[in-house]
């Protein structure tokens, strides 16, 4: 076997004679999903056999086999289909709709970062354009003339960027080193053990969906219902991820500490939102973010 | 046969799978276009160069009419799309002076540069990322060759704005740019939709919109007269 001459095995030009295309191509797909018989190889004059020892392989080599830089390594993170974008959206807003183990069942088990990232870059432009008009309409009766401002858009970015990685991170720190040992039951540490980071990220930004409407009633300078849509915002998506962290979150030490921080981060969120891009001159800035010369302009 | 038979017994059983490689024969054979024949060396090159203005006016003729499905997807180049980004860049451009009152808070031109490329980018990445079977300068191609609409809205835009503005005016602009986002949206879908499986259409079709919404957005709010 050893003394194969391989020279005389990779002669192609001898395997496909009545073949005029200029391009000659073996492809490895056709050979992973088991079709030896295929137009390339089907007219060399000999057949293989079936060789069941190399398919179980191809199979599962493509969960393991990607590189970390390459693009096929991150296709499973955005490999749903349309229809779970929406369930999922839904989820994070309505639980009631989904089963009551849907975060554990789905979402843990094939988080996407499809949802995340196209949700917080909508959120990003929606705010940055309904904010526009928000302040369009505030000097709508006076006689500034009034110019849009496109660097909403970076302090938008920076919040919700901020948000929506550095919030899971620290929870997920958190639920990893404060997370109690179960010593009752073995079993069940082991199936429901705390989410993985991935998921957290997945949760929080399907829970900035519900940001997204809400960003265009802002725009109505009415001040409690600007206050109202910031209480009901925050309060939904707020109780919905405690709602699908709740098992997670009864294994720490800190429950009340981490529950407590979750809804106040989120309702910081959608104040800082409303007060800094919709509210009213005679509003305070925003807890944390600076006055810059662009606001002071805007909302003389 | 018996020698064939021996020759065969030598294959390893197992791993048939790992044979992998592609060989090409370098240069085209006849049957491949027959615009690439002729020999370019001596021609002027007023001819040289006007074969590929005509080519890039070809492709944006194709996206103001988007019939063929093919037609921008042959042979990518990315002339066109620098052309528009840079046309919409400048007229988009704010200016920098924030000292006075003056400011009218538009994007810089380099911002519109990135917004257009690195958007680009990312909407092509994101097909890719869903398992679209197409290159990625393709896309991009695609991508920016239907920034046309958008751009000739811009464009008329600002013919409007050399007028006293008005409410009137205002909306005109309005439908203006909504007509050049749904143009760019339609021909860009008609172009990169079929290179999506069937259930992921709608989200891949997602980040175009997004994508010619921002710029459209860019365009009906500028108003530096």
């Not at chain 1, 620290?170 to 429901?192: C, F, R």
């Not at chain 1, 921080?261 to 600076?290: C, D, E, Q, R």
Request: aromatic share 14%.
């Amino acid at each position: 076997m050893s003394n194969v001459h391989t020279g005389e095995l990779l002669n192609f030009q001898d395997y496909s004679p009545e073949h005029n295309e200029r391009t000659a191509r073996i492809d490895v797909e056709a050979v992973h999903t088991n079709q030896y018989n295929n137009s390339n190889i089907s007219n060399q004059n000999y057949s293989f056999d079936e060789t069941p020892g190399a398919v179980p392989e191809a199979e599962t080599q493509p969960q393991s086999n990607h590189n970390f830089w390459t693009i096929e390594y991150y296709q499973k993170y955005f490999d749903v289909q349309t229809s779970e974008v929406v369930e999922r959206i839904i989820s994070s807003v309505l639980p009631q709709k989904v089963s009551r183990n849907y975060f554990d069942e789905k979402i843990k088990g094939k988080p996407d970062l499809y949802g995340p990232i196209w949700i917080s870059l909508t959120l990003i432009f929606t705010i940055a354009v309904s904010g526009n008009i928000a302040s369009y309409l505030q000097n709508v009766n006076k006689a500034v003339h009034w110019r849009y401002d496109f660097h909403l858009v970076s302090y938008a970015a920076t919040a919700i960027v901020c948000y929506v990685w550095l919030v899971p991170l620290a929870l997920w720190g958190v639920l990893k080193w404060t997370t109690l040992p179960d010593g009752q039951d073995e079993i069940e540490t082991q199936t429901s053990n705390s989410p993985t980071m991935i998921s957290l990220f997945c949760l929080y930004g399907y829970s900035l969906s519900i940001y997204i409407p809400v960003a265009i009633f802002w725009t109505i300078q009415i001040s409690w219902l600007q206050w109202l849509f910031v209480l009901m915002a925050a309060f939904v998506s707020g109780a919905v991820l405690i709602f699908w962290l709740l098992p997670a979150l009864k294994k720490s030490k800190y429950f009340y500490i981490l529950v407590g921080s979750i809804l106040a981060f989120h309702f910081l969120l959608a104040t800082g939102f409303m007060l800094y891009f919709f509210h009213g001159p005679n509003a305070v800035s925003a807890p944390g973010v600076p006055v810059t010369p662009s606001v002071a302009t805007i909302a003389p | 046969m018996n020698t064939f038979d021996s020759k065969y017994d030598m294959y390893p059983a197992g791993d048939v799978g790992v044979i992998e490689g592609e060989m090409n024969i370098p240069g085209r054979g006849p049957s491949s276009g027959d615009n690439m024949e002729f020999n370019t060396l001596d021609e002027p090159i007023k001819e040289t160069f006007m074969r590929d203005l005509r080519a890039v006016g070809n492709k944006f003729y194709h996206v103001l009419i988007p019939r063929e499905k093919t037609s921008l997807l042959k042979e990518w180049d990315l002339w066109g799309p620098l052309l528009l980004c840079t046309l919409m860049a400048t007229i988009l451009q704010g200016s920098a002076e924030r000292a006075d009152n003056s400011n009218d808070g538009g994007p810089e031109f380099a911002e519109v540069f990135v917004i257009v490329w690195i958007g680009a980018a990312v909407v092509t990445i994101n097909s890719k990322l869903l398992g679209g079977n197409i290159s990625f300068f393709q896309s991009v191609c695609v991508l920016g060759y239907c920034l046309f609409p958008v751009a000739l809205a811009l464009i008329i835009c600002r013919i409007i704005l050399f007028s006293a503005q008005n409410t009137f005016l205002f909306f005109l602009r309005l439908v203006i740019s909504m007509i050049g986002f749904i143009w760019a949206t339609f021909a860009a879908t008609k172009f990169l939709g079929d290179s999506q499986p069937e259930g992921k259409k709608a989200l891949a079709v997602y980040p175009i919109c997004l994508f010619y919404f921002i710029l459209s957005w860019l365009v009906v709010s500028h108003s530096n007269v």
